[in-house]
């Protein structure tokens, strides 16, 4: 199950990527996203995460034995 923990890196990312999506629905909360502004904004995200946007789609891997499950529900596991 995902959970969100913003004091967390990935949910400081996580936390950010929704800023900008609240921002680009403006104050009304039923407000639509464009979708070429949100697909631009989710690239920028990634890229400054270090991910090739271009790139395949196996640089999110884990690495071979790694459980990062664990390292979830135990961080020290780390």
Request: aromatic content about 6%; overall charge negative; hydrophobic content about 40%.
């Amino acid at each position: 199950m995902l959970t969100f923990d913003p004091t967390t890196t990935s949910g400081t990312a996580l936390a950010s990527l929704f800023r900008v999506w609240c921002s680009l629905r403006g104050t009304d909360p039923e407000g639509a996203v464009n979708g070429g502004n949100l697909t631009q904004a989710v690239a920028e995200h990634f890229e400054a995460l270090g991910l090739d946007v271009g790139g395949p789609a196996s640089q999110v891997d884990a690495p071979a034995g790694r459980d990062t499950a664990a390292e979830e529900t135990h961080p020290a596991a780390r």
